[in-house]
């Protein structure tokens, strides 16, 4: 469906609110709106967060938003960059889910305000995207982990998709370097989709990373091997990337339901080639250049509070100009609401990102009914294990296991089959 440029126009200024709100949630403790000029009573006195990550998650999920209305989808949004902590709040708060699991943080400007003194504040909210967080289902702090969790999350749930922003330092460490793999146990005929975004900002904290440096060519090359088709989304120039990115989202979910109508339909033909997006844009985007004539964007200075010493007035105008650099006046109204034209771009009831059930732990909670583990109690005289082939068949259907050894299909178990083989046979896998 061909984007146009009211709509991109409408998405570049929801970008701005959800970039203003974070750097709100670093900075500030007061005068939310900017109604007056900024002082030092208005600021943390200690700052902590990280800012340079945040507008590359804000900008993947508010184009999530837009094809999660067009088509209706369900999806769920994996930051593994789980420090850019104020892009995953802000987006749920701009959504309203945010306000929905937490009252007293509502959406006017007293909810604004406590928005921001609640981030990584005494009594307040963790640095780090948690499980506290709508809609995040990593703990955020612990860098890694966010494919293999995005993968968990579809099997047998075919109707989701999970889209999950991998940083490039993360994809630098081991158990994320094998994580792509996981795409050979989804089964696209019973399983749901992981629609991984490849955030290439080109560093870690300070150093280098590897995939931002091999090249498009080499990195196609890699991913492809993977059983990934790549798509690239790469610049800093916010209309530009917008149109790229809103044309490379929707083929993106073309392909994806295209390997699931086929699978479903019986046409599998071989092993499919998942889409994936890399998008590639500055470290610290929209942020200042530079801070006491040291270049800032693109540099590891952004990673976390780009400037502090909030004593010094220049400092307290290079945040003023900062936040009013996202105009503020143009996204909320003066009570602090957001404006309309905006608040009709996210999606509606439990479709939003923050509300999807996948993501909240304890709506799908059930207990597993095992057996009593007093009944297998037996003398041994050395090591051994607990079977589980009397649990309750429905509770080992839910249970998955991937088998280090695989001779034969590659595909994770439930464990009511691995229950049913005999010794030999699982050593055959
Ligand atoms: C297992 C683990 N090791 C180290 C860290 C500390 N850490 C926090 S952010 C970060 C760099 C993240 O780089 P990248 O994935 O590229 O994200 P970016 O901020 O550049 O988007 C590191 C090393 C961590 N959170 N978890
Ligand atoms: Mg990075």
């Known amino acids: 469906m061909p984007v146009d440029n009211e709509e991109l126009r409408r998405i570049d200024a929801y970008w701005r609110a959800a970039n203003y709100l974070s750097v709100g949630q670093i900075y500030l403790l007061d005068n939310p709106l900017l109604t007056e000029p900024l002082q030092r009573a208005h600021i943390k006195p200690c700052l902590s967060g990280h800012w340079a990550t945040t507008p590359g998650l804000n900008f993947v999920y508010g184009h999530m938003n837009r094809v999660i209305r067009r088509q209706d989808l369900s ?28 009252a007293d943080v509502a959406q006017d400007e007293e909810g604004i305000r406590r928005l921001f003194r609640q981030f990584s504040f005494p009594g307040g909210i963790a640095s780090p995207a948690a499980t506290e967080t709508p809609g995040s289902l990593a703990e955020g702090g612990e860098w890694g982990y966010s494919l293999f969790q995005a993968f968990g999350a579809v099997l047998d749930n075919p109707e989701l998709i999970a889209c999950c922003v991998v940083g490039d330092g993360e994809a630098d460490t081991g158990p994320l370097a094998t994580s792509w793999h996981a795409n050979q146990f989804l089964n696209p005929r019973t399983d749901g989709a992981v629609l991984p975004i490849l955030h290439l900002n080109g560093r870690d904290i300070a150093s280098p990373t590897i995939l931002a440096h091999i090249g498009d060519v080499g990195l196609e090359s890699l ?13 800093d120039a916010p ?26 339909d019986g046409n599998e033909r071989g092993r499919p080639l998942w889409p994936m997006i890399v998008l590639r844009s500055p470290k610290g985007w929209t942020g200042h250049q530079a801070v006491d004539g040291s270049q800032v964007e693109d540099h590891w200075r952004w990673h976390q509070v780009p400037f502090g010493e909030m004593e010094k007035p220049e400092h307290m105008l290079l945040l003023e100009l900062w936040m009013q650099s996202y105009r503020p006046q143009e996204l909320f109204d003066a ?33 597993l009914r095992l057996p009593d583990v007093r009944d297998y109690a037996a003398t041994v005289a050395a090591p051994g294990g607990i079977t589980m082939c009397d649990a309750e068949q429905s509770a080992l259907a839910a249970w998955k296991t991937m088998p280090p050894r695989m001779r034969g299909e590659r595909r994770a178990f439930p464990a009511t089959e691995l229950g049913r083989l005999t010794q030999p046979q699982r050593k055959q896998i």
């Open 239 to 264: 209309a530009v990337l917008h149109r790229l990115m809103a044309e490379t989202v929707d083929r993106a979910i073309a392909a994806i339901r295209d390997i699931q109508y086929q699978a479903r």
């Open 335 to 367: 009570d602090g609401r957001l404006m309309p034209e905006l608040a009709a771009l996210t999606p509606v009831g439990a479709r939003r990102m923050g509300a999807n059930a996948h993501a909240n732990g304890g709506e799908f909670l059930r207990d």
């Open 223 to 235: 991913l492809l091997d993977y059983g990934y088709k790549p798509y690239f989304v790469e610049g």
């Open 75 to 102: 999806m769920i949004f994996i930051a593994g960059p789980g420090h850019g902590s104020p892009a995953v709040v802000a987006n749920a708060y701009l959504e309203g889910s945010y306000s929905e699991f937490y």
